[in-house]
Protein backbone atom coordinates (compact mmCIF):
# COMPACT_ATOMS: atom_id res chain seq x y z
CA UNK A 1 0.00 0.00 0.00
CA UNK A 2 0.94 3.61 -1.02
CA UNK A 3 0.11 6.46 1.48
CA UNK A 4 1.47 10.23 1.28
CA UNK A 5 0.85 12.76 3.98
CA UNK A 6 0.94 16.20 2.51
CA UNK A 7 1.07 19.10 5.69
CA UNK A 8 2.97 22.34 6.31
CA UNK A 9 3.54 20.69 9.01
CA UNK A 10 3.94 23.83 11.69
CA UNK A 11 4.69 22.03 14.54
CA UNK A 12 6.74 19.10 13.72
CA UNK A 13 4.36 16.17 14.38
CA UNK A 14 3.40 15.15 10.84
CA UNK A 15 6.48 12.78 10.28
CA UNK A 16 5.65 10.51 13.19
CA UNK A 17 2.63 9.66 10.91
CA UNK A 18 4.81 8.36 8.46
CA UNK A 19 6.99 6.37 10.89
CA UNK A 20 4.38 5.07 12.13
CA UNK A 21 3.40 3.83 8.75
CA UNK A 22 6.55 2.51 7.71
CA UNK A 23 6.66 0.57 10.61
CA UNK A 24 3.57 -1.05 9.34
CA UNK A 25 5.39 -2.01 6.20
CA UNK A 26 3.88 0.59 4.33
CA UNK A 27 5.34 2.83 1.73
CA UNK A 28 5.02 5.86 3.12
CA UNK A 29 6.20 9.50 2.61
CA UNK A 30 5.63 12.92 3.52
CA UNK A 31 5.16 16.10 1.26
CA UNK A 32 6.40 19.01 3.77
CA UNK A 33 5.67 21.96 2.04
CA UNK A 34 7.03 24.19 5.48
CA UNK A 35 10.49 23.38 4.03
CA UNK A 36 10.10 25.08 1.23
CA UNK A 37 11.43 28.77 1.54
CA UNK A 38 13.44 31.55 -0.75
CA UNK A 39 16.98 30.33 -1.81
CA UNK A 40 18.17 33.74 -1.21
CA UNK A 41 17.78 37.48 -0.87
CA UNK A 42 16.92 38.51 -4.35
CA UNK A 43 14.16 35.69 -3.95
CA UNK A 44 13.22 37.05 -1.13
CA UNK A 45 13.15 40.51 -1.97
CA UNK A 46 11.25 39.83 -5.46
CA UNK A 47 8.40 38.18 -3.34
CA UNK A 48 8.08 41.07 -1.30
CA UNK A 49 7.69 43.44 -3.85
CA UNK A 50 5.33 40.69 -5.67
CA UNK A 51 2.71 40.67 -2.50
CA UNK A 52 2.88 44.64 -2.28
CA UNK A 53 2.31 45.44 -6.17
CA UNK A 54 0.96 42.54 -7.69
CA UNK A 55 -1.00 40.85 -4.66
CA UNK A 56 0.68 37.56 -5.42
CA UNK A 57 3.15 35.65 -2.66
CA UNK A 58 5.51 33.84 -4.89
CA UNK A 59 6.93 31.56 -1.74
CA UNK A 60 3.23 30.09 -2.00
CA UNK A 61 3.36 29.56 -5.59
CA UNK A 62 6.53 28.21 -4.61
CA UNK A 63 4.98 25.32 -2.12
CA UNK A 64 2.04 24.58 -4.41
CA UNK A 65 4.47 23.97 -7.21
CA UNK A 66 6.49 22.35 -4.70
CA UNK A 67 3.76 19.14 -3.93
CA UNK A 68 2.79 18.71 -7.39
CA UNK A 69 6.07 18.15 -8.76
CA UNK A 70 6.63 15.93 -5.53
CA UNK A 71 3.51 13.71 -6.53
CA UNK A 72 4.38 13.80 -9.82
CA UNK A 73 7.24 11.68 -8.86
CA UNK A 74 5.69 9.60 -6.16
CA UNK A 75 3.09 8.58 -9.05
CA UNK A 76 -0.35 7.51 -7.63
CA UNK A 77 -1.21 6.36 -3.97
CA UNK A 78 -3.64 4.20 -2.30
CA UNK A 79 -4.59 7.40 0.21
CA UNK A 80 -3.54 10.91 0.75
CA UNK A 81 -3.83 12.72 3.99
CA UNK A 82 -3.83 16.31 3.49
CA UNK A 83 -3.15 18.06 6.87
CA UNK A 84 -3.62 21.84 6.76
CA UNK A 85 -5.85 22.18 3.81
CA UNK A 86 -6.27 25.83 4.42
CA UNK A 87 -2.43 26.19 3.48
CA UNK A 88 -3.73 24.55 -0.24
CA UNK A 89 -5.01 26.23 -3.04
CA UNK A 90 -8.48 24.84 -4.30
CA UNK A 91 -6.36 24.58 -7.89
CA UNK A 92 -3.72 22.50 -5.85
CA UNK A 93 -6.08 20.63 -4.24
CA UNK A 94 -7.85 19.52 -7.40
CA UNK A 95 -4.57 18.50 -8.51
CA UNK A 96 -3.88 16.27 -5.14
CA UNK A 97 -7.11 14.56 -5.81
CA UNK A 98 -6.41 13.19 -9.18
CA UNK A 99 -3.63 11.00 -7.30
CA UNK A 100 -5.54 8.91 -5.50
CA UNK A 101 -8.70 6.88 -4.35
CA UNK A 102 -9.32 8.04 -0.89
CA UNK A 103 -8.11 11.65 -0.01
CA UNK A 104 -8.83 12.35 3.65
CA UNK A 105 -7.83 15.56 5.66
CA UNK A 106 -7.62 16.07 9.81
CA UNK A 107 -8.65 19.29 11.36
CA UNK A 108 -6.17 20.23 14.24
CA UNK A 109 -8.10 23.37 14.71
CA UNK A 110 -11.15 24.77 14.73
CA UNK A 111 -13.24 26.72 11.72
CA UNK A 112 -13.34 29.15 13.59
CA UNK A 113 -9.97 29.84 14.33
CA UNK A 114 -8.69 28.47 10.67
CA UNK A 115 -11.59 28.98 7.78
CA UNK A 116 -11.29 26.51 5.27
CA UNK A 117 -12.98 27.17 2.12
CA UNK A 118 -15.95 25.04 1.63
CA UNK A 119 -15.52 24.03 -1.96
CA UNK A 120 -11.81 22.77 -0.66
CA UNK A 121 -13.52 20.68 1.78
CA UNK A 122 -16.22 19.52 -0.54
CA UNK A 123 -12.96 17.36 -2.67
CA UNK A 124 -12.37 14.70 0.64
CA UNK A 125 -13.54 11.55 0.74
CA UNK A 126 -13.30 11.62 4.45
CA UNK A 127 -12.32 14.55 7.02
CA UNK A 128 -11.32 14.20 10.53
CA UNK A 129 -12.09 16.65 13.60
CA UNK A 130 -10.45 17.05 16.98
CA UNK A 131 -12.43 19.84 17.45
CA UNK A 132 -15.82 18.98 19.14
CA UNK A 133 -18.08 22.20 18.32
CA UNK A 134 -17.34 21.34 14.62
CA UNK A 135 -17.80 17.52 14.87
CA UNK A 136 -21.24 18.42 15.89
CA UNK A 137 -21.63 21.44 13.44
CA UNK A 138 -20.47 20.32 10.41
CA UNK A 139 -20.78 16.12 10.82
CA UNK A 140 -16.62 15.52 10.68
CA UNK A 141 -15.67 12.68 12.54
CA UNK A 142 -14.77 13.18 15.61
CA UNK A 143 -10.81 12.46 16.27
CA UNK A 144 -8.43 13.22 18.66
CA UNK A 145 -4.76 14.11 18.78
CA UNK A 146 -2.40 11.50 19.73
CA UNK A 147 0.53 10.19 21.77
CA UNK A 148 3.56 9.98 19.74
CA UNK A 149 5.91 10.01 22.72
CA UNK A 150 7.06 6.54 24.03
CA UNK A 151 5.63 6.05 27.50
CA UNK A 152 8.53 6.83 30.40
CA UNK A 153 6.11 5.57 34.11
CA UNK A 154 6.36 8.76 36.60
CA UNK A 155 8.64 5.89 38.62
CA UNK A 156 11.32 6.84 36.17
CA UNK A 157 11.48 10.45 36.73
CA UNK A 158 12.68 13.06 40.08
CA UNK A 159 10.53 16.17 39.12
CA UNK A 160 11.41 19.30 40.96
CA UNK A 161 9.15 21.69 40.47
CA UNK A 162 5.42 20.85 40.65
CA UNK A 163 4.28 22.64 37.60
CA UNK A 164 5.39 23.54 33.59
CA UNK A 165 4.09 25.43 31.20
CA UNK A 166 5.40 26.74 27.55
CA UNK A 167 3.68 28.99 25.40
CA UNK A 168 3.75 31.48 22.48
CA UNK A 169 2.51 34.78 23.63
CA UNK A 170 -1.42 35.60 23.52
CA UNK A 171 -3.26 38.47 25.60
CA UNK A 172 -5.78 36.55 27.01
CA UNK A 173 -3.35 33.71 28.05
CA UNK A 174 -0.87 36.08 29.40
CA UNK A 175 -4.02 37.59 31.86
CA UNK A 176 -5.08 34.20 32.92
CA UNK A 177 -1.29 33.59 33.95
CA UNK A 178 -0.91 35.97 36.09
CA UNK A 179 -4.49 35.31 38.05
CA UNK A 180 -2.69 31.76 38.16
CA UNK A 181 0.72 32.63 39.66
CA UNK A 182 -0.68 34.61 42.39
CA UNK A 183 -2.40 31.37 43.49
CA UNK A 184 0.75 29.42 43.40
CA UNK A 185 2.12 31.68 45.56
CA UNK A 186 -0.85 31.55 48.20
CA UNK A 187 -0.25 28.08 47.89
CA UNK A 188 3.82 27.64 47.65
CA UNK A 189 3.93 25.47 44.44
CA UNK A 190 7.26 25.54 42.85
CA UNK A 191 6.50 26.35 38.95
CA UNK A 192 8.49 27.07 35.62
CA UNK A 193 6.59 29.50 33.13
CA UNK A 194 7.95 29.77 29.17
CA UNK A 195 6.17 32.65 27.31
CA UNK A 196 7.47 33.04 23.41
CA UNK A 197 6.54 36.25 21.44
CA UNK A 198 8.35 37.93 18.10
CA UNK A 199 11.16 40.30 18.46
CA UNK A 200 10.49 42.94 20.24
CA UNK A 201 8.16 41.71 22.70
CA UNK A 202 10.09 40.69 25.16
CA UNK A 203 10.16 44.01 27.18
CA UNK A 204 6.51 44.06 26.74
CA UNK A 205 6.13 40.52 28.13
CA UNK A 206 7.75 41.59 31.05
CA UNK A 207 5.79 44.77 31.58
CA UNK A 208 2.95 42.49 31.41
CA UNK A 209 4.30 40.89 34.78
CA UNK A 210 5.98 43.86 36.98
CA UNK A 211 4.02 43.00 39.96
CA UNK A 212 5.33 39.47 39.98
CA UNK A 213 9.05 38.75 41.83
CA UNK A 214 11.68 38.15 39.17
CA UNK A 215 12.45 35.21 41.04
CA UNK A 216 8.96 33.24 40.09
CA UNK A 217 11.22 31.53 37.17
CA UNK A 218 8.72 32.93 34.61
CA UNK A 219 10.72 32.95 31.18
CA UNK A 220 10.19 35.27 28.34
CA UNK A 221 11.99 34.57 25.37
CA UNK A 222 11.82 34.89 21.73
CA UNK A 223 13.68 31.59 20.87
CA UNK A 224 11.58 29.13 20.04
CA UNK A 225 11.94 25.32 21.97
CA UNK A 226 11.71 22.29 19.28
CA UNK A 227 9.29 19.92 20.79
CA UNK A 228 12.06 17.52 20.47
CA UNK A 229 13.30 19.08 23.66
CA UNK A 230 10.28 19.73 25.41
CA UNK A 231 10.19 15.95 27.12
CA UNK A 232 13.19 17.08 29.46
CA UNK A 233 11.22 20.26 30.45
CA UNK A 234 8.04 18.09 31.01
CA UNK A 235 10.29 15.62 33.11
CA UNK A 236 10.73 17.47 35.95
CA UNK A 237 7.49 18.81 36.68
CA UNK A 238 4.72 16.59 38.44
CA UNK A 239 2.15 18.33 36.70
CA UNK A 240 1.81 19.95 32.98
CA UNK A 241 -0.38 23.51 32.45
CA UNK A 242 -2.30 23.25 29.61
CA UNK A 243 -4.31 26.61 28.45
CA UNK A 244 -7.06 26.73 25.84
CA UNK A 245 -7.26 29.21 22.52
CA UNK A 246 -10.21 31.10 21.76
CA UNK A 247 -12.32 29.14 20.16
CA UNK A 248 -10.91 25.74 20.71
CA UNK A 249 -13.23 22.70 21.40
CA UNK A 250 -10.63 20.16 21.47
CA UNK A 251 -7.55 18.36 23.15
CA UNK A 252 -3.78 19.72 22.38
CA UNK A 253 -1.43 17.47 22.10
CA UNK A 254 0.04 19.04 25.51
CA UNK A 255 -2.53 16.33 26.53
CA UNK A 256 -1.31 13.62 25.42
CA UNK A 257 2.57 14.56 26.21
CA UNK A 258 1.22 14.43 29.94
CA UNK A 259 -0.29 10.79 29.51
CA UNK A 260 2.87 9.42 27.99
CA UNK A 261 4.44 11.06 30.45
CA UNK A 262 2.04 9.91 33.28
CA UNK A 263 1.88 14.18 34.31
CA UNK A 264 -0.91 15.21 35.77
CA UNK A 265 -2.63 18.07 33.97
CA UNK A 266 -3.93 21.42 34.98
CA UNK A 267 -5.95 22.95 32.10
CA UNK A 268 -8.73 25.53 31.80
CA UNK A 269 -10.77 22.99 29.60
CA UNK A 270 -13.62 22.09 31.02
CA UNK A 271 -14.57 19.43 27.79
CA UNK A 272 -11.77 17.19 29.66
CA UNK A 273 -14.15 15.89 32.07
CA UNK A 274 -15.97 14.15 29.10
CA UNK A 275 -13.07 11.74 27.79
CA UNK A 276 -13.13 8.29 29.15
CA UNK A 277 -9.51 9.58 30.82
CA UNK A 278 -10.65 11.77 32.71
CA UNK A 279 -9.65 11.12 36.23
CA UNK A 280 -9.80 14.03 39.18
CA UNK A 281 -6.73 12.36 40.83
CA UNK A 282 -5.04 13.50 37.47
CA UNK A 283 -6.71 16.32 35.91
CA UNK A 284 -7.67 19.70 37.34
CA UNK A 285 -9.59 21.90 35.45
CA UNK A 286 -9.66 25.23 36.85
CA UNK A 287 -12.19 28.15 37.79
CA UNK A 288 -11.98 31.81 36.36
CA UNK A 289 -10.39 32.10 40.08
CA UNK A 290 -7.76 29.47 40.43
CA UNK A 291 -8.92 28.82 43.82
CA UNK A 292 -9.50 25.44 43.59
CA UNK A 293 -5.59 24.62 43.08
CA UNK A 294 -4.36 22.92 46.24
CA UNK A 295 -1.11 22.10 46.97
CA UNK A 296 -2.43 18.82 47.75
CA UNK A 297 -2.86 18.42 43.75
CA UNK A 298 0.49 18.06 43.24
CA UNK A 299 1.15 15.75 46.34
CA UNK A 300 -1.12 13.02 45.54
CA UNK A 301 0.19 9.95 43.38
CA UNK A 302 -0.46 9.56 40.01
CA UNK A 303 -2.97 7.21 38.50
CA UNK A 304 -2.29 5.36 36.05
CA UNK A 305 -4.23 5.21 32.86
CA UNK A 306 -6.20 2.12 32.16
CA UNK A 307 -3.71 0.49 29.07
CA UNK A 308 -7.14 -0.49 27.33
CA UNK A 309 -8.53 3.49 27.47
CA UNK A 310 -4.43 4.60 27.02
CA UNK A 311 -4.12 2.46 23.87
CA UNK A 312 -6.91 4.21 22.16
CA UNK A 313 -5.17 7.13 22.00
CA UNK A 314 -1.98 5.93 20.56
CA UNK A 315 -0.67 7.09 17.28
CA UNK A 316 -0.76 3.46 16.09
CA UNK A 317 -4.25 3.61 16.70
CA UNK A 318 -4.86 7.11 14.73
CA UNK A 319 -3.20 5.64 12.18
CA UNK A 320 -5.41 2.16 11.70
CA UNK A 321 -8.27 4.41 12.01
CA UNK A 322 -7.54 6.95 9.86
CA UNK A 323 -5.98 4.85 6.81
CA UNK A 324 -8.78 1.96 7.64
CA UNK A 325 -5.53 -0.25 8.14
CA UNK A 326 -7.58 -2.53 11.08
CA UNK A 327 -11.71 -2.53 10.69
CA UNK A 328 -11.95 -2.95 14.71
CA UNK A 329 -11.06 0.42 15.27
CA UNK A 330 -13.83 1.91 12.73
Not at 23 to 48: C, L, M, P, Q
Not at 151 to 165: A, G, R, T, W
Not at 216 to 225: D, G
Not at 288 to 316: A, G, H, M, Q
Request: hydrophobic share 35%; proline share 3%; with cysteine.
Amino acid sequence: MKICVISFDFWGYDHYIVDALRSKNIDAHHIKIGDVTHSNFSERATNAVSKIFLNKNLKTEKRQRFVTEALEKLGYQDQILVMNPDTFDLSTLQEIRKYTARLITYLYDSLDRVVVDEKKLDLFDKIFSFDIADVEKYGFEKLTNYIYLPSCPCEKQKPEIDLFYITSYDTKRVEFIKLLTKRLLQIQARFQIIIIGKKGWKHQLRNAFFKIPENLHIIFSIKKISHKKLPKYYKNSRALLDLTRENQYGLSFRVFEAMALEKKIVTDNELIKSYDFYNPQNILVLNETCNNLEKSFFETPYEKVPKEIYNRYTLDYWTDKVFRLNEKTQ
